[in-house]
């Protein structure tokens, strides 16, 4: 479970919808999550997938998993400057979380 | 229900000193994991604690070690501090061991090493 992947800068204009990929390697992995991080905060749990579903809707947020590929996505509906921050994806592999570097979301009025 | 609580919040040592870092898990969690958050590295798993065992155990030297206790707080102590351990270590509970388990974290404890 080691070597996630994570596009570092997203950009976005508000009300827009915002994109943010990961790639992971544990074809194992029962869960994958997606964990956000304001300035000085700790990590805030966003939403998570099981790994046989292909899509979850949460409000604002959906989730898309491609399993072939190993891909993971977020996508949040009409972005909000309140959605600054840094978004993680993680995988749990022997009771541990693996995380990518995470992804800066910028969002400009 | 009260989430993850970490004390100290923010912590000031010098090279060579020790501290100690603790942690108050969600009501019922017996599970608790320790992660180190630097600019350069990243999010690293420490080590993971479950009925005051530790099960499992990061890429960390022997300075870094832990503890939990019957109640399920825990705590990490960092010896010989070094300028690198600068950074904030995060605490995580989840109700209990399983894969599925979701782990919530706290709001951290910012360390560092002057």
């Known amino acids: 479970g080691e070597d996630v992947e994570q596009s570092l800068f997203l950009s976005v204009r508000e009300g827009d919808s915002s994109v943010i990929n990961c790639t992971y390697t544990?074809?194992?992995?029962?869960?994958l999550y997606w964990y956000k991080q304001e300035p000085g905060a700790g990590l805030q749990l966003l939403t998570y997938?099981?790994?046989?579903?292909d899509m979850k809707q949460d409000q604002r947020l959906t989730v898309l998993l491609n399993k072939k590929d190993k891909h993971l996505s977020l996508r949040i509906a009409d972005t909000q400057t309140g959605d600054s921050a840094i978004y993680f994806c993680?995988?749990?592999?022997?009771?541990?979380?693996?995380f990518g570097a995470g992804t800066t979301v910028t969002v400009r009025a | 229900k009260a989430g993850v609580t970490q004390t100290p919040r923010y912590l000031i040592k010098t090279r060579g000193q020790q501290v100690t870092l603790s942690c108050s898990p969600i009501?019922?969690?017996?599970?608790v994991s320790w992660y180190q958050q630097t600019p350069g590295q990243g999010l690293q798993f420490l080590f993971e604690?479950?009925?005051?065992?530790?099960?499992n155990k990061g890429n960390f030297p022997g300075r870094f070690s832990g503890r939990q206790f019957s109640n399920s707080r825990s705590e990490m102590n960092v010896s010989t501090l070094e300028l690198g351990d600068s950074a904030l270590y995060l605490c995580?509970?989840?109700?209990?061991?399983?894969?599925?388990?979701?782990?919530?974290f706290g709001p951290g404890t910012r360390l560092t090493v002057l």
């Open positions: 009501s019922g969690h017996r599970s």
């Open positions: 995580a509970s989840s109700r209990q061991r399983k894969p599925t388990d979701t782990q919530y």
């Open positions: 993680a995988e749990v592999g022997d009771y541990k979380l693996s």
């Open positions: 544990d074809s194992s992995s029962t869960y």
């Open positions: 604690y479950f009925s005051e065992t530790q099960r």
């Open positions: 997938i099981f790994s046989n579903m």
